[in-house]
């Protein structure tokens, strides 16, 4: 009987997309996605257009984090694959990259053609200061739950010494942390 | 250089950091900063932080990063063969992965492995924004607005356009 009720009170059933709303769905989302595509995702996902439950967008967004890759571009082919196969993933996977991409060369292109400027490269140098310094804040705001937890700071404080100081390559430094990291969270569930 | 030994490079490195890049597309930056501007000399830091800065801005995934330096170093045919190269092979296994998967369980190998990979991805972003920084050859006034920057991101909800904004005001400012 409760899964009866469950079902009609999911009256925000979710919506399947068609191929060109799928498209630009993700379009969309590029379009607003300043620095932080998950966030605008989950508003366009989940309650804009009602394409996935809130639990689904989190699974998937999960997903696509614990797997290697960028995480909403693994989001964008999950649920474009989900919809309409692989047709779907090119789709959602277009529409989120044509947009950005397209911009960033279009500014690259004028860069080339002014950017022997003193001036620009000035400014341009105080931008690279301050984007270096959010994305030194992405990581501490990520790293504050291991507050208080010795070993996933350990292992934090490895992974940056490891790359940013004696320069080892990621790969090295994926597999040859990776399993012990894993193991010790393993360890600690117990 | 013969551009197609170009691509080549380019499709075989992102296609390999494809696999690692766990936790998403900023903990290449290091790692392309080493293999383009140290391994490689393609880009000099100053370019490589200058597109930097243009991926931050202009909104869309962190992953256009990828995109862009293959536009930079070989135009259309690099930027595509890049991109594609960083999100193909990661995209076919989260496809995989995720069709097998309908329900995703919340199992105590997958939770594991999500706090095992945590702090890794979180140690590689922090050297991924020190990387760029020293990329910039920051002057001190740069270095203090990096660390307010980390300060106003963590501790409030400016949006991150304002400190972007200072900065170029801030690096015009020096420059006098």
Redesign the interface.
């Known amino acids: 009987m409760e899964t009866h009720l469950e079902t009609h009170l999911e009256s925000n059933a979710p919506a399947v997309p068609s191929r060109p709303a799928l498209f630009l769905g993700f379009l969309e989302i590029?379009?607003?996605?300043?620095?932080g595509?998950a966030a605008w995702a989950r508003r366009i996902l989940v309650e804009e257009r009602k394409w996935l439950r809130d639990e689904e967008f989190t699974?998937?967004l999960?997903?696509?984090?614990?797997?290697?890759?960028?995480?909403?571009?693994?989001l964008s082919?999950?649920v474009g694959?989900?919809f309409h196969g692989?047709l779907g993933?090119i789709l959602a996977?277009s529409g989120?990259?044509l947009?950005?991409?397209g911009?960033?060369?279009g500014?690259?292109v004028v860069?080339v053609r002014w950017?022997h400027m003193?001036?620009v490269?000035?400014?341009?140098?105080?931008?690279?200061?301050?984007?270096?310094?959010?994305?030194?804040?992405?990581?501490?705001?990520?790293?504050k739950r291991?507050r208080g937890r010795p070993v996933?700071?350990?292992?934090?404080?490895?992974?940056?010494?490891?790359?940013?100081v004696l320069?080892l390559?990621?790969?090295a430094?994926?597999?040859g942390?990776?399993?012990v990291?894993?193991?010790?969270?393993?360890r600690?569930?117990r | 250089m013969k551009s197609n030994s170009i691509l080549l490079q380019l499709g075989f490195v992102f296609a390999g950091l494809s696999l690692v890049a766990v936790g998403g597309a900023n903990v290449v930056v290091a790692d392309m900063h080493r293999q383009f501007v140290e391994v490689r000399p393609w880009l000099t830091d100053r370019e490589f932080s200058e597109l930097f800065a243009i991926a931050q801005a202009a909104p869309g995934p962190n992953a256009m990063i990828v995109g862009l330096i293959g536009w930079h170093v070989a135009g259309w045919a690099g930027a595509v063969v890049a991109t594609l190269a960083m999100c193909v092979p990661s995209g076919l296994l989260m496809l995989t992965v995720g069709r097998a998967w309908t329900r995703f369980h919340d199992a105590a190998w997958l939770r594991a492995v999500q706090e095992g990979l945590a702090p890794i991805t979180v140690g590689l972003i922090l050297a991924a924004g020190l990387t760029v920084l020293r990329a910039t050859s920051p002057s001190w006034p740069l270095v203090l607005l990096a660390g307010v920057t980390v300060a106003v991101a963590v501790k409030t909800r400016l949006h991150p356009f304002v400190m972007l904004a200072l900065g170029a005001a801030l690096g015009l400012a020096c420059a006098r």
């Open positions: 590029a379009a607003f996605s300043f620095g595509a699974e998937a999960t997903l696509g984090q614990v797997l290697p890759g960028p995480n909403v571009i693994n082919i999950y694959d989900r692989p993933a996977f989120l990259m947009l950005p991409t911009l960033a060369i500014v690259d860069l950017g003193s001036v490269q000035a400014a341009l140098a105080g931008v690279g200061a301050a984007a270096a310094g959010l994305v030194i804040a992405t990581g501490l705001k990520m790293g291991f996933p700071i350990l292992f934090a404080a490895l992974a940056l010494l490891a790359h940013a320069r390559p990621l790969p430094i994926v597999l942390l990776g399993p990291s894993i193991a010790a969270a393993w600690a569930r």
